[in-house]
């Protein structure tokens, strides 16, 4: 099964919808509990990101038996460091998205400790797209 959404990066109102509705689908097929959960946070924070760095973006989620591939793409400025990204804490959202709770710097490392794999490309003026795939065992 494949589910695929536009993140609109004019509707705010609809931030966190992809990774809603992947969720209830999960939940509807059967998967567990655990599973679920860590399929919601990764996704989210990569939903979130993209609307609120990448200038909105799609997202699709591809699940079969055994796994679960999410992918989330931007056409937005790229991640300048990656590995800088990685780290806790570190962001670059302005000062109205963290007045508005988001920008703690926790988006791509809740990504990695939330899948099973993890791939993310960037480069500069071309955009993101992270893939995670999460194991259902």
């Not at 609307?51 to 055994?66: K, N, P, W």
């Not at 790229?78 to 508005?100: C, H, P």
């Amino acid at each position: 099964m494949k589910l695929n959404y536009v993140i609109d990066k004019n509707n705010f109102d609809m931030a966190g919808e992809a990774s809603s509705s992947v969720k209830k689908t999960l939940a509807k097929l059967g998967v567990s509990p655990p599973v679920i959960k860590r399929v919601a946070i990764a996704m989210y924070e990569a939903e979130i990101n993209a609307f609120i760095h990448g200038g909105g973006g799609t997202a699709s989620a591809e699940i079969d038996s055994d796994k679960i591939v999410i992918i989330v793409k931007d056409s937005g400025v790229g991640i300048a460091d990656l590995e800088l990204a990685m780290q806790e804490g570190w962001s670059t959202a302005n000062e109205q998205v963290r007045k508005m709770g988001f920008g703690a710097g926790m988006g791509l490392p809740n990504i990695k400790k939330n899948t099973d794999e993890l791939q993310i490309d960037t480069a500069q003026g071309q955009g993101t797209e992270v893939k995670m795939t999460i194991y259902i065992k």
